[in-house]
């Protein structure tokens, strides 16, 4: 059975699998671990679906042709969808500056925000819209 997607919402069906792998991991190993060990964790689970993911993708912001910055992305799924892992008490607005910062720097449109550190995983879809920030 095929679901609508929901208005404004891009990659909805991929990031609902990521979601679901991310779920998963957590499942398996709850909370407690560094946030590498949840990252290389997720990249096996995504692989094991069949879901495209580079970890630790290096993105550079530029300035009037002068390179000004560089990020390390925790995970990068399919060339379309940002991964901020976190393994924190409450992830806060810095956090979510953080993955905004690395969706503007690599022209892309839609990140997660998932945070391993709680008794059930905690995310939050970020998407870029016309260089602002919508939470979902």
Do not use: C
Request: charged share 30%; hydrophobic share 40%; no cysteine.
């Amino acid at each position: 059975m095929q679901h609508k997607a929901k208005e404004g919402l891009i990659y909805e069906e991929l990031t609902h699998k990521i979601i679901g792998a991310a779920m998963e991991v957590h499942r398996e190993l709850g909370p407690g671990f560094i946030e590498k060990t949840y990252e290389n964790a997720l990249i096996i689970e995504l692989k094991e679906r069949g879901i495209p993911a580079q970890t630790q993708k290096k993105i550079t912001v530029h300035y009037k042709n002068h390179l000004v910055g560089e990020h390390l992305i925790d995970i990068l799924v399919d060339e379309k969808v940002i991964l901020e892992l976190k393994a924190v008490e409450e992830p806060g607005k810095a956090h979510e500056a953080q993955l905004i910062s690395y969706l503007k720097a690599a022209n892309i449109k839609i990140g997660l925000l998932i945070n391993f550190s709680k008794e059930s995983l905690d995310w939050k879809r970020i998407m870029l819209k016309d260089n602002l920030s919508v939470k979902h």
